[in-house]
């Protein structure tokens, strides 16, 4: 790392001259979003919890049939409170407070739908390759702690919970899953979506935990709107994004763990282009800090053993299907984001895009269909 | 247009002090191309034209069984240089003399494939909705005067030539298309490839003009590596990029002709993400200026006719597997954007992170097809 950057934008507005700054932000990030007049009560538990607040409103135009129909998202990137070594239940209690400090904030933000990041109750410790102590972290989604604990959050507060864990899958011989679990604002567990696809890359060892996921691409009906969850690496592959758009998702959450070198300069490209692609809001988020792991553990980089893994950079935003987006949340620290959606936006840049209308999926499912066959001959021209 | 900003990359290398610049450059752009060092009399050539010239290396890690594949691409873009009442033959005279003269400095420079923008022969008259004189600026893909003029120049420089036209497609009823034709380095016309998908959207009346293109996903084998061409609103489209690489394309051409407010905040995001989710390189071109057109005519957005087609804002660029990218070219100018690949990146990236192999490609294909069925139920969770 060379210098602690707070976020890209910051520095921006910190150095560049206004009318540049302007052009810069409507060249990089689209329209603007307006900033929430958030209440000085919010701002001051946000800061004396000691984690950073935003709050952004996209907007749609009026339409003569439809009332706006407005939601608000709450996105909650962390560092994990305490040291690994530290007992599971232990550090399962840090990250259940912590967590619902930062919720009862996003319920003074009057938000609807709040999602936490990927594996949220535990260090992503899949870079080690042990098997315990952390796959002690897993638990049922039906019925686990973490759930029960949601379900309390969601009736409490009368908000939508996206909870990504590392699922226990008893009945089915007892494996594990990388899943988000879905609570009702009724306190009732809605669904679970698991993890698409699944990394073999870097210190991001996860094939070794758990398989690619069964569960389709489910898109879950809220009081609030429809909304999917994609999970981390499942933000590389553009075809499951498209799946979720196609089945009505118009949230797409983004519950991700994932470092600096590797994949910093992608994060703000991928989930936005899907906001793009699919007329749809994307959420992204991120977890903060560096983890320390007591064994040491190689990375497949040809370097040496070491025990830290790399920088997860926060950053988390929301992007919009007409290409404009939050800036992101801090790369340093705890934070929340609560963003106001205009769920109408949606229809209305797919009406003026027309994607989905142009998309030709017919001609992609027939092509898809013959690229995947063995004796599959890629249609080169040749002099 | 509030500012006339020269390039967003420009404005921050002019206003961040050097640590944040490079953070920023980091996160913004990946990790940094090296900077071609080009011969004074080239970039006086390029000066002497009027026209900017850049020039970028993007580099691979050395194997032990294949060399390095380096190949030098050129991007083009360009203001008409002549009004549109001009006469017909008159304009594209005056495009290919001023393609030629920045053909020529490309060819000093070494590039070894050439792409102009979309529809390079012509204004971008199809805001219009009129047909003549706009439509005699078609011609045969296989032996119009431009197909010839641009063997000339593969000929002379020992160059490929992707040439965007609009094809009048004599043999199937005199049809009009919006079609890349590509040449090899021998002179031969090696084939062409049409548009996957035509816009509908503000002034990009394209489907008053032409249908969507009946080429599928071809990939062409040249002497420099396999490439395929993208043509503009294509870039939307996640699928098309997929399937061109699919196909076997290690360099997407994405020629195109777009404007300020309808697109300008998407055109960093989306070739660049296609260039990460199918670890290739891909080319993105756009035209430059404001075009004039003497009848008025109206957008579909509730104002008045006008005589002026939107701001053409250049910015091309090359993106590369690994998520970074080349800065782009000047909003306001005419340019030669050269850049260096090493093709071997590809193959490397995609050993790293895997998005093929991962990609479950049989899984989607089913959905995708079941997608389509007119009896289609979306997955949708109700509680």
Redesign the interface.
Known sequence: M??Q?ES?ER??EK???A??L???K??????EPRKLDLASAVVKAASQHEFELQGYAFEAAAEQLRQPRKVRVGLIQNRIPLPTETAVTEQVAALHKRIAEMVEVAAMCGVNIVCFQEAWTMPFAFCTREKLPWTEFAESAEDGPTTRFCQELARKHNMVVVSPILERDEPHGETLWNTAV?I?N?G?V??KSRK???????DFNESTYYM?GNT??????TAFG?IAVNIC?GR????N???YS???AEIIFNPSATTGEL????W???A??AA??NHCFTCAINRVGTEYFKNEFTSGDGQKAHHEFGYFYGSSYVAAPD??RTPGLSRLQDGLLVAELDLNLCRQVSD????K??????M??E???K??QQDFR??????
Chains 1, 2 share one sequence.
């Open positions: 060379a210098a950057l890209v520095c921006l150095h560049l001259p009318p540049e302007q052009e810069v409507r060249i990089l990030y689209g329209k879905i009702s009724s009732a809605l669904g698409t696809h699944i990394p073999r890359v870097g690619e389709g691409h489910r898109v879950f009906q429809r690496y590389h592959h553009p075809l994004w498209l799946l196609l089945n009505g994949s910093e300069c992608m703000p490209v991928e936005r282009n793009i692609a290409g404009s003026k895009w027309n994607f209308m142009t998309g030709r999926y017919e992609y499912a092509e898809l269909a690229a995947v890629p249609n080169i021209i040749r002099e």
